[in-house]
């Protein structure tokens, strides 16, 4: 039995590129032995296991056949007879097919180090067309590298697109679609992901309603992403500008979780109005903050205020807004109550007394 490091630590290790993950291939072992080793099966499709101590995952070597449609329609084989070389070959990247034997020395059958060398993503075998799901991850890695000075390689592009044109991308599950593009929204470009998929067609097969938007979009993602590494906030940059019914339908297929799709929805509503505050009227303020969360939740306001900061670029009225809600944030009802009011009454003097407190505001921020 022999154990070999492979992929993404392979690859950022000779990079320089910090990693935290580490993967592991088993070769000449069947289940059975691992079993006996006290590792932990996971997964269904594929023979991984945890290490008893460590909780890294190891592999055993294996081939695959597509079998189907879809990132899961493969026959696996794995058995001790399933060489190194085999297992990486059926990798999506050559950067990605590359493995260290115990003693450190690589193991690079595909030319990744090279590619890494000339900052390309190149696909390892025309076997990459049988996955939809590597349309995804090759621009997502693109996302991640960008900065370096990494690009993808123009016959890969030309399969990315091979792959969308038969209609692959529709066997993808929309939870695993937005699994790989809330990861490519955290990487260190993600405007870059969006880019890739509209060249090779993807987006106008997973997010047509992006397409509109165009360049745009991708400059207040980029705009986002450089004060903030929240996904949601970088959702909501990408989105700004849909109407709210085309925003509604894109979370709805994506399967877009419930705090990325509100944030966005407010920041679509709001942030324009945002931007002006010190030209605002009371009345007109605090529906505004009542929108924004400032009455309810601190951590929402502020999410609100940093988007519609990053949004709107220099001369934002951040401060202005969080005076604002200090000045109403305190407003009980218990001294209305105490005044012997009731019902509708409290409500109507908590209004008045924020609607009081946000024209002393204006009239300071007006002398100062």
């Not at 069947?30 to 080793?37: G, H, V």
């Not at 960008?146 to 697109?161: D, K, S, V, Y």
């Not at 605090?286 to 929108?291: D, G, Q, S, T």
């Not at 001294?335 to 009239?363: Q, S």
Request: aromatic share 6%; glycine share 8%; proline share 5%.
């Amino acid at each position: 039995m022999e154990i070999y490091l492979v992929g993404g630590a392979v690859r950022d290790d000779l990079l320089g590129y910090p990693f935290s993950e580490k993967d592991w291939v088993v070769v000449g072992a069947r289940a059975q032995d691992l079993l006996e080793q006290g590792y932990t099966p996971v997964g269904k499709d594929f023979p991984v296991f945890l290490h008893p101590d460590s909780k890294e995952e190891f592999a055993l070597a294996r081939t695959e056949r597509k079998q189907g449609h879809g990132y899961t329609g493969f026959d696996v084989h794995a058995a001790p007879d399933v060489t190194l070389e085999e297992d990486l070959k059926r990798r999506d990247l050559t950067v990605n097919a590359m493995a260290r034997d115990p003693d450190g020395r690589l193991i690079d059958p595909y030319g990744g180090e090279r590619d890494l060398e000339a900052r390309v993503l190149r696909h390892v075998s025309p076997a990459f067309v049988e996955d939809p799901l590597r349309v995804l991850r090759t621009a997502r890695f693109a996302a991640r590298y960008a900065h370096l000075g990494f690009t993808i390689a123009p016959e890969t592009l030309a399969l990315m697109a091979e792959i969308v044109a038969q209609g692959e991308l529709a066997h993808l599950p929309a939870e695993r679609v937005w699994v790989e593009t809330e990861k490519a929204l955290r990487e260190a470009d993600p405007a870059v992901y969006f880019s890739v998929l509209t060249d090779c067609g993807a987006l106008a097969a997973l997010a047509p309603e992006l397409l509109g938007r165009g360049i745009a979009s991708l400059e207040q993602l980029s705009a986002v992403a450089a004060s903030s590494d929240d996904s949601a906030l970088r959702f909501a940059a990408l989105t700004h500008g849909l109407e709210p019914a085309a925003l509604d339908l894109l979370c709805e297929r994506l399967k877009v979780p419930r705090r990325h799709r509100e944030l966005a929805l407010l920041l679509a509503a709001q942030a324009g109005r945002a931007a002006r505050a010190r030209t605002l009227g009371s009345e007109e303020l605090l529906v505004l903050l009542e929108a924004a969360g400032a009455l309810r939740d601190h951590g929402r306001f502020e999410e609100f205020i940093e988007g519609a900061a990053a949004l709107a670029g220099d001369g934002f009225p951040a401060d202005y807004l969080r005076q604002a809600r200090e000045q109403v944030r305190d407003v009980s009802a218990a001294p209305f109550v105490a005044e012997g009011l009731k019902g509708k009454a409290i409500g109507e003097a908590m209004e008045a007394e924020r609607l009081r407190r946000l024209d002393a505001l204006r009239r300071g921020a007006e002398k100062d």
